[in-house]
């Protein structure tokens, strides 16, 4: 079955710095790539997803790349902000299963 | 916000007790799937409920059963609690984009087995 590993658990940076998140995947089937940003006591928040048929897509001061010959994808926050800090998964999902495989998250603290 | 939502928001539980978690899905969502989040983890697959039918489920004991109803509302009832089934539980509901299925989640249901 499908296995994400995501990095790293914890980053911090400061406010104005670029943050990046790193995963990989083990099912090369898999065809959707979503991220999630969880604050603390909340439900998790789709904040962007990728597609396999594309390398990158932006929002605004996000971005996700893809690497299907590595099985791996990425995200990008620009110009940090205070309220960036939160839980960030991302997940995985084959062709034909909605079942998402999550990471195990990166705890993100953007300092002011 | 989406428009998922969950009832209870906080429940506490006795070892052996069995409970109903229920989820009302966003408008126009047919598809409801249910995840485990213990505490510091990512969310695990429970099972995926379809026009009413179990149309996928991960590894969980059959303990864990669910329901979807026409409205595609769904309930996740756990029999026989223990101690690890204390965890955030989420239900997702699905709407078909360009061929794929974004999951927006409900605001989940925390439980506490004691």
């Known amino acids: 079955g499908e296995n994400v590993e995501q990095h790293p658990s914890t980053l911090s940076v400061q406010e104005g710095d670029s943050a990046v998140i790193k995963c990989t995947y083990s099912?090369?089937?898999?065809?959707?790539f979503p991220w999630y940003k969880q604050e603390l006591g909340k439900r998790p928040q789709l904040i962007i997803d990728?597609?396999?048929?594309?390398g990158e897509k932006k929002d605004q001061r996000i971005a996700v790349t893809l690497n299907k010959t590595a099985k791996h994808f990425s995200l990008h926050i620009t110009e940090t902000q205070p309220e960036d800090s939160a839980v960030y998964f991302c997940a995985a999902r084959a062709t034909g299963f909605q079942k998402l495989v999550f990471g195990t998250g990166t705890r993100l603290l953007v300092s002011p | 916000e989406t428009g998922v939502t969950q009832s209870p928001t906080h429940l506490i539980k006795t070892r052996g007790q069995q409970v109903t978690l229920r989820c009302s899905s966003q408008s126009g969502h047919n598809t409801v799937s249910w995840y485990q989040q213990a505490l510091g983890q990512g969310p695990q697959f429970i099972f995926q409920y379809y026009r009413e039918e179990e149309n996928g489920r991960g590894n969980f004991p059959p303990r864990f059963s669910g329901l979807q109803f026409p409205n595609y509302s769904s309930e996740l009832n756990v029999n026989a609690l223990e101690l690890d089934d204390s965890a955030l539980y989420l239900c997702?509901?699905?709407?078909?984009?360009?061929?794929?299925?974004?999951?927006?989640f409900g605001p989940g249901t925390r439980l506490t087995v004691t």
């Open positions: 990728i597609r396999s048929n594309v």
């Open positions: 997702a509901s699905s709407q078909l984009i360009a061929g794929t299925y974004e999951q927006y």
């Open positions: 099912d090369s089937a898999s065809n959707y």
